[in-house]
C-alpha cells in the first residue's frame, strides 16, 4: 500500500490554465506538506498544514492555493499558470517530530 | 534562520571509491539532521538520521555524525556502488513541522 500518493504523476499544460494536484497519505499523520523541486534539484518548502491548519506558509505567490479536505489529504491548486511553475512538486506527510514520508513527485511542465 | 549548506556537485566516483559529501548547518536550538537521498526518477526518502549531538545515523553503508561543534553531518561510504547513483540532500528540522534542505548533490558512480 502507498504512503504518500500524489496524482497525477506528469502534468503538462498551456501558459495561464488552472491546475490541481492531489495528495492522500494513509499514515494518520497529521501534518502534511508541499515541496517546489525546481530544475537544479532545490528542494524549498511551500506550504504545511497541521490537522487542516495551515502553519507554513513560505512566500510563495498568491495563485498557489493549498485546500485540505481533511487530514489525509492536501490538494494543491494553482491558478494562471506561468513557465516558472514547471518543477516537481512533491507531497510529504509526519507525524509531530517523527521522519517524513514523500509523495513520488508530480512534475508539472508548463509550456 | 535555520540553512543547510551542502558541498556543491557533481561527484562522479569509480566504483569502490571512498564518497564523502559535506553538510553544514545554521540553526538555534538543537535541530535533527537528515540525510535524504533521491534516486532517478523517484521520490526523496530518508537514507539516515541522527537527532542529537554526537549521534551517528547508519543506513546502507552510509554513515553521517551529527557534530553539533562544528555545526556539520557530513555523509560517508567507504565503497560505493553504481546503485548508490543518486541526489543526496542534507536536511534540519526544528520544533516548527519544517524541513530545511540544501540544495542537493548529485553523485554519479562510474562502474
Known amino acids: 500500500d502507498t504512503a504518500v500518493s500524489q496524482t497525477p504523476k506528469y502534468l503538462v499544460t498551456q501558459m495561464g490554465n488552472d491546475k490541481s494536484i492531489k495528495c492522500e497519505q494513509n499514515?494518520?499523520?497529521?501534518?502534511m506538506y508541499w515541496y517546489k523541486q525546481d530544475s537544479k534539484k532545490f528542494l524549498k518548502i511551500m506550504f504545511s498544514?497541521?490537522?487542516?491548519?495551515?502553519?507554513i506558509n513560505e512566500t510563495v505567490p498568491n495563485r498557489f492555493s493549498p485546500k485540505s479536505p481533511d487530514k489525509a489529504h492536501l490538494n494543491l491548486h494553482i491558478n494562471s499558470l506561468e513557465l516558472g511553475d514547471s518543477a516537481v512538486y512533491f507531497c510529504?506527510?509526519?507525524?509531530?517530530?517523527?521522519?517524513?514520508?514523500f509523495g513520488p513527485g508530480t512534475r508539472l511542465t508548463v509550456l | 534562520g535555520n540553512s543547510v549548506t551542502q558541498m556543491e556537485g557533481p561527484v562522479t566516483l569509480s566504483e569502490e571509491a571512498f564518497l564523502t559529501i559535506n553538510c553544514t548547518y545554521t540553526?538555534?536550538?538543537?535541530?535533527?539532521l537528515f540525510w535524504y537521498v533521491q534516486y532517478p526518477g523517484e521520490g526523496l526518502q530518508l537514507l539516515l538520521k541522527?537527532?542529537?549531538?554526537?549521534d551517528k545515523g547508519s543506513n546502507k553503508g552510509f554513515e553521517a555524525t551529527y557534530r553539533k561543534e562544528t555545526t556539520s553531518f557530513h555523509l560517508e561510504k567507504g565503497s560505493v556502488q553504481v546503485s548508490d547513483s543518486a541526489v543526496y540532500f542534507c536536511?534540519?528540522?526544528?520544533?516548527?513541522?519544517?524541513?530545511?534542505f540544501g540544495a542537493g548533490t548529485t553523485v554519479t558512480v562510474r562502474a
Open positions: 536536511a534540519l528540522s526544528d520544533s516548527d513541522y519544517k524541513l530545511s
Open positions: 499514515l494518520g499523520h497529521d501534518t
Open positions: 540553526a538555534t536550538g538543537y535541530p535533527s
Open positions: 498544514y497541521n490537522n487542516k491548519e495551515l502553519i
Open positions: 541522527a537527532t542529537k549531538a554526537d
Open positions: 510529504a506527510s509526519s507525524q509531530a517530530g517523527q521522519k517524513e514520508f
